[in-house]
């Protein structure tokens, strides 16, 4: 499962560079140094499948966004990323991967939700409440929450289902103190995220994040991606309107075809998940790169791309 954008192996070897592990998007390296490099592919997945068709350039938008992201959230939290231009990262690779810290992960999806979509809506109409926390009576499909919750997820390998988990058991598997951080930081992040974004004309309506253990210092730091299209719902807010699904920066644009009878595919079904037409790929790229736009304000084409060649 390695990425269309692949130095040989020959070259991987000669930059010290080894395979460890490649999620649904996310190929990851160990380096001759200790460090992780983390390559993010053109790879899409939805309702936890890998998609047989790419989406151009979202491995690069990703990764962008994710750096403008930690520079935002510096004075809140530390995290992984040691350099996203450093001269041991392959050319074919530029743009679309991050040197990081081999951090110790915390095995929790640390789920924030501002409003009322998603996984987090079918529980709430099943139960009245997500994760155990309980929600005041008739909320709607997009409505705002009184305020942010934290409502953590297993986290499941590649093809398994993330299953919303209450704070509890989340005690339970990390200890009470971890656990606490976890919700704390989690909401505190959120928040600063959620006004930064509706600053640029975007509601932040629920986002993922995954924290690790610095190996050497113990400090809880912020790894992964951050608040991108594939972790994070973001909406138009002029266009927001309770009561039915909202229109979106995000992939979710792929998993309303998925559902649609011009997919062909059933979600109870076995069968594996159809390639995306040309246009609805070009819809999918769009919303990420005017989610990348809209957010920082910078235009995309200016973001890293392969080296020029040394002149000779």
């Not at 939805?46 to 994710?66: E, N």
């Not at 789920?111 to 009576?137: N, Q, S």
Request: charged share 25%; net charge negative; with cysteine.
């Amino acid at each position: 499962m390695t990425s269309p954008e692949s130095p040989s192996a020959a070259d991987l070897e000669a930059a010290g560079l080894a395979h460890l592990h490649s999620g649904k998007v996310r190929d990851l390296y160990t380096t001759d140094t200790g460090h992780l490099l983390m390559v993010a592919s053109d790879r899409i997945s939805a309702y936890d499948f890998i998609l047989p068709t790419a989406i151009p350039d979202k491995g690069r938008i990703l990764t962008a966004m994710t750096v403008w992201w930690f520079q935002q959230l510096a004075d809140e939290i530390d995290n992984h990323l040691v350099s996203y231009d450093d001269d041991s990262i392959p050319d074919a690779w530029r743009g679309r991967a991050m040197l990081c810290t081999k951090l110790d992960m915390i095995a929790v999806e640390a789920v924030a939700r501002g409003y009322l979509t998603g996984g987090g809506l079918l529980e709430y109409r099943d139960t009245g409440a997500v994760c155990g926390i309980a929600l005041p009576a008739g909320l709607r499909d997009g409505d705002e929450l009184p305020e942010p919750i934290f409502t953590p997820a297993s986290k499941a390998e590649v093809g398994q289902h993330d299953e919303n988990v209450s704070y509890e058991a989340v005690v339970r598997q990390a200890g009470r103190k971890t656990a606490e951080q976890l919700r704390d930081l989690t909401l505190q992040i959120y928040a600063r995220a959620r006004d930064i974004a509706r600053a640029r004309g975007l509601l932040l309506a629920d986002t993922k994040f995954e924290f690790g253990r610095h190996p050497c210092t113990g400090e809880l730091l912020l790894g992964d991606e951050v608040l991108t299209p594939d972790s994070s719902r973001f909406w138009p807010a002029d266009q927001w309107e309770p009561g039915h699904p909202q229109p979106s920066y995000d992939k979710q644009y792929v998993r309303d075809w998925l559902t649609s009878p011009a997919s062909g595919w059933n979600r109870a079904s076995e069968r594996p998940l159809p390639p995306l037409p040309k246009e609805v790929v070009a819809a999918t790229r769009q919303r990420y790169l005017d989610a990348y736009e809209l957010l920082t304000g910078l235009r995309f084409d200016d973001w890293l791309g392969p080296k020029a060649p040394a002149s000779r």
